[in-house]
Protein backbone atom coordinates (compact mmCIF):
# COMPACT_ATOMS: atom_id res chain seq x y z
CA UNK A 1 0.00 0.00 0.00
CA UNK A 2 1.48 3.50 -1.15
CA UNK A 3 1.42 6.53 0.84
CA UNK A 4 0.04 9.84 -0.32
CA UNK A 5 3.22 10.99 -0.50
CA UNK A 6 4.44 8.30 -2.71
CA UNK A 7 1.25 8.12 -5.18
CA UNK A 8 1.63 12.17 -5.72
CA UNK A 9 4.73 11.41 -6.44
CA UNK A 10 4.18 8.93 -9.23
CA UNK A 11 0.94 10.76 -10.55
CA UNK A 12 3.50 13.95 -10.94
CA UNK A 13 5.77 11.37 -13.12
CA UNK A 14 2.29 10.90 -15.21
CA UNK A 15 1.38 7.35 -13.18
CA UNK A 16 -2.53 7.40 -13.96
CA UNK A 17 -3.09 4.55 -12.22
CA UNK A 18 -1.72 5.78 -8.98
CA UNK A 19 -3.69 9.15 -9.40
CA UNK A 20 -6.77 7.07 -9.59
CA UNK A 21 -5.84 5.02 -6.69
CA UNK A 22 -4.60 8.47 -4.49
CA UNK A 23 -8.34 10.01 -5.60
CA UNK A 24 -10.02 6.47 -4.74
CA UNK A 25 -9.25 7.19 -0.86
CA UNK A 26 -10.77 11.14 -0.90
CA UNK A 27 -13.53 10.22 -3.50
CA UNK A 28 -16.86 10.44 -1.36
CA UNK A 29 -15.04 12.82 1.17
CA UNK A 30 -15.01 15.10 -2.13
CA UNK A 31 -18.67 14.24 -2.90
CA UNK A 32 -19.85 14.62 0.06
CA UNK A 33 -18.31 18.58 0.72
CA UNK A 34 -19.63 19.02 -2.40
CA UNK A 35 -23.64 17.72 -1.41
CA UNK A 36 -23.26 19.55 1.33
CA UNK A 37 -22.25 22.88 -0.19
CA UNK A 38 -24.48 22.82 -3.14
CA UNK A 39 -27.61 20.60 -1.57
CA UNK A 40 -28.30 18.03 -4.17
CA UNK A 41 -26.66 15.17 -5.77
CA UNK A 42 -26.84 16.80 -9.69
CA UNK A 43 -24.63 19.65 -8.83
CA UNK A 44 -22.30 17.46 -5.87
CA UNK A 45 -21.69 15.47 -8.56
CA UNK A 46 -20.68 17.94 -11.64
CA UNK A 47 -18.54 19.83 -9.21
CA UNK A 48 -17.18 16.66 -7.75
CA UNK A 49 -15.92 15.52 -11.26
CA UNK A 50 -14.51 18.93 -11.93
CA UNK A 51 -13.11 19.38 -8.98
CA UNK A 52 -11.01 15.92 -9.76
CA UNK A 53 -9.74 17.30 -13.35
CA UNK A 54 -8.47 20.71 -11.18
CA UNK A 55 -6.50 18.07 -8.82
CA UNK A 56 -5.58 16.26 -11.84
CA UNK A 57 -4.26 19.78 -13.86
CA UNK A 58 -3.17 20.85 -10.94
CA UNK A 59 -0.95 18.13 -9.35
CA UNK A 60 2.53 18.44 -10.76
CA UNK A 61 2.48 22.01 -8.89
CA UNK A 62 1.28 20.74 -5.45
CA UNK A 63 4.20 20.78 -2.96
CA UNK A 64 4.67 17.88 -0.93
CA UNK A 65 5.52 19.82 2.26
CA UNK A 66 1.63 20.64 2.77
CA UNK A 67 -1.67 17.84 3.09
CA UNK A 68 -2.56 16.31 -0.03
CA UNK A 69 -6.33 15.87 1.58
CA UNK A 70 -6.37 19.82 2.65
CA UNK A 71 -4.90 20.59 -0.81
CA UNK A 72 -7.79 18.19 -2.44
CA UNK A 73 -10.59 19.80 0.35
CA UNK A 74 -9.51 22.91 -0.74
CA UNK A 75 -9.51 22.68 -4.43
CA UNK A 76 -13.70 21.24 -3.95
CA UNK A 77 -14.17 24.26 -1.94
CA UNK A 78 -13.47 26.43 -4.44
CA UNK A 79 -14.87 25.03 -7.20
CA UNK A 80 -18.25 24.92 -4.95
CA UNK A 81 -17.90 28.57 -3.75
CA UNK A 82 -17.35 29.74 -7.70
CA UNK A 83 -20.80 28.20 -8.45
CA UNK A 84 -22.41 29.70 -5.72
CA UNK A 85 -21.43 32.86 -6.29
CA UNK A 86 -22.76 32.92 -9.62
CA UNK A 87 -26.23 31.89 -8.25
CA UNK A 88 -25.65 34.46 -5.71
CA UNK A 89 -28.40 36.58 -7.40
CA UNK A 90 -31.20 34.08 -7.14
CA UNK A 91 -33.11 34.60 -3.75
CA UNK A 92 -31.89 33.12 -0.57
CA UNK A 93 -33.37 33.41 2.97
CA UNK A 94 -31.72 36.20 4.88
CA UNK A 95 -30.41 36.04 8.34
CA UNK A 96 -31.49 39.33 8.88
CA UNK A 97 -35.31 38.76 8.07
CA UNK A 98 -37.73 37.71 11.09
CA UNK A 99 -39.14 34.24 10.63
CA UNK A 100 -42.31 34.64 8.85
CA UNK A 101 -44.55 31.86 9.54
CA UNK A 102 -47.64 32.45 7.68
CA UNK A 103 -46.36 32.89 4.92
CA UNK A 104 -2.52 12.14 -20.87
CA UNK A 105 -5.86 11.71 -20.47
CA UNK A 106 -7.31 10.66 -17.02
CA UNK A 107 -9.92 8.94 -16.51
CA UNK A 108 -12.86 11.16 -15.92
CA UNK A 109 -15.40 8.84 -14.41
CA UNK A 110 -13.09 7.73 -11.34
CA UNK A 111 -15.85 7.46 -9.38
CA UNK A 112 -19.81 7.64 -9.84
CA UNK A 113 -21.11 10.39 -7.49
CA UNK A 114 -24.31 10.61 -8.60
CA UNK A 115 -25.96 7.85 -6.01
CA UNK A 116 -26.16 9.02 -2.43
CA UNK A 117 -25.91 6.82 0.25
CA UNK A 118 -28.16 4.19 1.08
CA UNK A 119 -29.36 5.15 4.54
CA UNK A 120 -32.11 4.12 6.52
CA UNK A 121 -35.65 5.48 5.58
CA UNK A 122 -35.83 7.94 8.55
CA UNK A 123 -31.66 8.18 8.55
CA UNK A 124 -32.34 9.51 4.87
CA UNK A 125 -35.15 11.74 6.40
CA UNK A 126 -32.91 13.60 8.79
CA UNK A 127 -30.65 14.10 6.50
CA UNK A 128 -32.72 15.55 3.56
CA UNK A 129 -34.31 17.81 6.19
CA UNK A 130 -30.89 19.22 7.85
CA UNK A 131 -29.78 19.57 4.22
CA UNK A 132 -33.20 21.42 3.24
CA UNK A 133 -32.03 23.84 6.06
CA UNK A 134 -28.73 24.45 5.07
CA UNK A 135 -29.52 25.51 2.00
CA UNK A 136 -31.92 28.02 2.80
CA UNK A 137 -28.60 29.45 4.21
CA UNK A 138 -27.06 32.75 1.99
CA UNK A 139 -24.09 30.92 0.16
CA UNK A 140 -21.56 33.06 3.12
CA UNK A 141 -23.06 31.34 5.56
CA UNK A 142 -23.65 28.13 4.44
CA UNK A 143 -20.14 27.97 3.22
CA UNK A 144 -18.65 28.55 7.20
CA UNK A 145 -21.42 26.23 8.45
CA UNK A 146 -20.30 23.08 5.90
CA UNK A 147 -16.74 24.00 7.30
CA UNK A 148 -16.97 23.93 10.35
CA UNK A 149 -19.82 21.47 10.85
CA UNK A 150 -19.72 18.99 8.34
CA UNK A 151 -15.61 19.13 7.69
CA UNK A 152 -14.19 20.01 10.97
CA UNK A 153 -12.22 23.07 10.07
CA UNK A 154 -10.83 24.94 12.85
CA UNK A 155 -12.03 28.88 13.36
CA UNK A 156 -8.53 29.76 12.04
CA UNK A 157 -8.52 27.23 9.07
CA UNK A 158 -11.76 28.65 7.81
CA UNK A 159 -10.89 32.16 8.18
CA UNK A 160 -7.84 30.99 5.95
CA UNK A 161 -10.12 29.35 3.35
CA UNK A 162 -12.40 31.93 2.97
CA UNK A 163 -10.10 35.02 3.23
CA UNK A 164 -11.96 36.46 6.30
CA UNK A 165 -11.05 37.49 9.46
CA UNK A 166 -11.57 35.68 12.45
CA UNK A 167 -14.37 37.93 13.70
CA UNK A 168 -16.35 37.34 10.47
CA UNK A 169 -16.14 33.63 11.16
CA UNK A 170 -17.76 33.48 14.10
CA UNK A 171 -19.82 36.31 13.13
CA UNK A 172 -20.94 34.32 10.56
CA UNK A 173 -21.27 31.01 12.70
CA UNK A 174 -23.42 32.24 15.43
CA UNK A 175 -26.03 34.15 13.40
CA UNK A 176 -26.01 30.75 11.08
CA UNK A 177 -26.33 28.32 14.11
CA UNK A 178 -29.22 30.91 15.73
CA UNK A 179 -31.14 31.05 12.64
CA UNK A 180 -30.40 26.83 11.55
CA UNK A 181 -31.81 27.05 15.78
CA UNK A 182 -35.29 28.82 14.74
CA UNK A 183 -35.91 27.48 12.32
CA UNK A 184 -35.64 24.10 13.76
CA UNK A 185 -38.06 25.65 16.63
CA UNK A 186 -40.48 26.78 14.02
CA UNK A 187 -41.02 23.55 12.57
CA UNK A 188 -41.63 21.85 15.81
CA UNK A 189 -44.64 24.36 16.18
CA UNK A 190 -45.70 24.44 13.45
CA UNK A 191 -44.76 21.43 11.31
CA UNK A 192 -46.99 22.35 8.26
CA UNK A 193 -46.30 26.30 7.63
CA UNK A 194 -42.76 25.66 7.89
CA UNK A 195 -42.89 22.60 5.45
CA UNK A 196 -44.70 24.78 2.83
CA UNK A 197 -41.41 27.80 3.19
CA UNK A 198 -39.78 24.42 1.15
CA UNK A 199 -42.03 24.36 -1.63
CA UNK A 200 -40.96 27.06 -3.89
CA UNK A 201 -37.88 27.21 -5.24
CA UNK A 202 -35.22 29.91 -4.07
Not at 115 to 136: G, H, M, R, V
Not at 141 to 158: H, P, Q
Request: aromatic share 10%; proline share 3%.
Amino acid sequence: MYTDEELVRKSQKGDIAAFEQLISKYQQKIYNIAYRLMGNPHDAGDLAQEALIKVYKSIGSFRLDASFSTWVYHIVTNVCRDELRKRSRQQVSSLDEPLNLRDGEVNREVADFTNCPDYAYEQKESEEYIQKLINSLNPDYRMVIVLREIMGFSYDEIAQELNITLGTVKSRLNRARRYLKDMILAEREQPKTFSSQFSQKP
